[in-house]
């Protein structure tokens, strides 16, 4: 087992231990979130049909250049098929999204023309050949490429897709996770605080990442600080699990029992502790078919930890090609005045501002344990080791969530 090492050795390890789950389908509106995992092509032409952009008359565009009346043989609304023929002098009342009645080439707007009678129309103005017609395959031509694999998929994704006609799809299956905090002094929400004894926030923050990202979570525990017990959750969980998080136990404190407890069942430690700041004490391991992610018990530790870790984990998991940390540029709006003997990530807020990417410094306080750091931000800064700190309109790395 690695211990100690780069956060850039880490992910490469991490991508060597992951694997993609494999590909089911799903119904359309399953798809939402979940990564394609082969292209989907168009089987029609989009639109299926001639039709028209606009409520008006369909028309021959040559009788637009005379003033004489014309004659309104028919109506057709969007959804029905008129079987009436355009020809000179003639025309169909027709609405948004209606079929062009046969012999009509333009549309005229119903509010360039004068209603004379009920059958009759005088043009207010000249309109040109296809004007106000929506043309077969003008949108999207039969056998296109409509999402390609590897595309999270977005609400558009899933609309352009239905356009199509297109059922169900293929995607990357997602893991199965499971959570498991660790603590003698950890409680959950619905007892009472009593001394010595603090919140499991924790388990609620990284559930609600977990769900943030498009994943669920299966199963939940808390364990006191017992190898025996952490020992038997892990080992049983990694039979039917990918994921296992755990939170606490991964320094090297009297009560840091989870190195040893990996050990004890036979597990891979892939590596121990990493040089960042905060974070450094995660633990990575494989255990039968689960990668077992370590964090710390301390909560921005725990939450920086698992943007490196967790989430490019799942992400590779879940059909990404590789274990990788996404960096964006920005433009710093405050002042860092501090040294980073190691690397360190800084809690922010980025924004579009003047057509340019700024990053603002939420986290006021610094410490692992200090949870109001995570408020209001939706990035990281990522400050490089040795840096002796970062001013206002500096360009920097940043990660966000």
Not at 91 to 103: E, K
Not at 222 to 251: A, C, F, P, R
Not at 298 to 304: C, H, I, M, R, V
Request: glycine fraction near 6%; proline fraction near 2%.
């Amino acid at each position: 087992m690695k211990s100690f090492i780069l956060l850039e050795e880490a992910l490469n390890i991490l991508n060597e231990n992951v694997e993609q789950l494999g590909i089911e389908e799903v119904n359309l509106i399953d798809g939402i979130t979940r990564i394609l995992a082969k292209d989907v092509f168009s089987e029609i032409d989009n639109p299926p049909f001639n039709k028209s952009a606009m409520d008006g008359y369909a028309i021959k565009a040559e009788d637009s250049k005379s003033e004489e009346k014309i004659n309104v043989i028919d109506k057709v609304f969007a959804g029905n098929v008129c079987n009436s023929l355009v020809t000179s002098k003639t025309a169909v009342r027709i609405m948004t999204g209606a079929p062009i009645p046969s012999g009509a080439n333009a549309v005229i707007k119903q509010e360039d023309v004068k209603l004379i009678d009920h059958n009759y129309i005088v043009l207010n103005k000249s309109i040109k050949e296809n004007e106000n017609i929506c043309f077969r395959g003008e949108d999207i031509k039969k056998g296109s490429l409509l999402v390609k694999k590897g595309k999270r998929l977005d609400y558009a994704d899933i609309g352009i897709i239905a356009s199509a006609g297109v059922e169900k799809i293929n995607v990357y299956k997602l893991p199965k996770i499971a959570l498991i905090s660790t603590g003698d002094e950890v409680i959950d929400i619905d007892n009472k605080l009593m001394p010595g004894k603090i919140f499991n926030s924790n388990k609620y923050s990284i559930i609600s990442r977990i769900k943030e990202l498009g994943y669920d979570v299966s199963y939940t525990a808390h364990v006191n600080d017992s190898k025996g017990q952490i020992e038997e959750y892990i080992s049983k969980l990694s039979k039917n699990m990918d994921l296992i998080i755990t939170t606490g136990g991964v320094s090297v404190g009297e009560k840091d029992l989870l190195n040893e407890s990996i050990e004890n069942i036979n597990g891979k430690r892939l590596f121990w502790k990493v040089k960042i700041k905060p974070g450094s004490a995660v633990l990575c391991s494989k255990v039968n078919k689960s990668l077992v992610v370590s964090l710390s018990g301390n909560p921005t530790a725990a939450l920086t930890a698992f943007e490196l870790f967790v989430k490019t984990s799942l992400e590779k998991m879940s059909g990404y090609d590789n274990v990788k940390v996404k960096r964006e540029k920005a433009v710093l709006c405050d002042d860092f005045i501090k040294n980073s003997p190691q690397r360190r990530f800084i809690r922010a807020r980025a924004a579009i501002e003047e057509g340019k990417q700024v990053v603002y410094i939420t986290q006021i306080k610094s410490g692992n344990g200090i949870l109001s750091s995570n408020l209001n931000s939706n990035c990281m800064i990522e400050v490089q080791d040795g840096n002796e700190g970062i001013k206002v309109g500096e360009i920097v790395d940043i990660i966000k969530f």
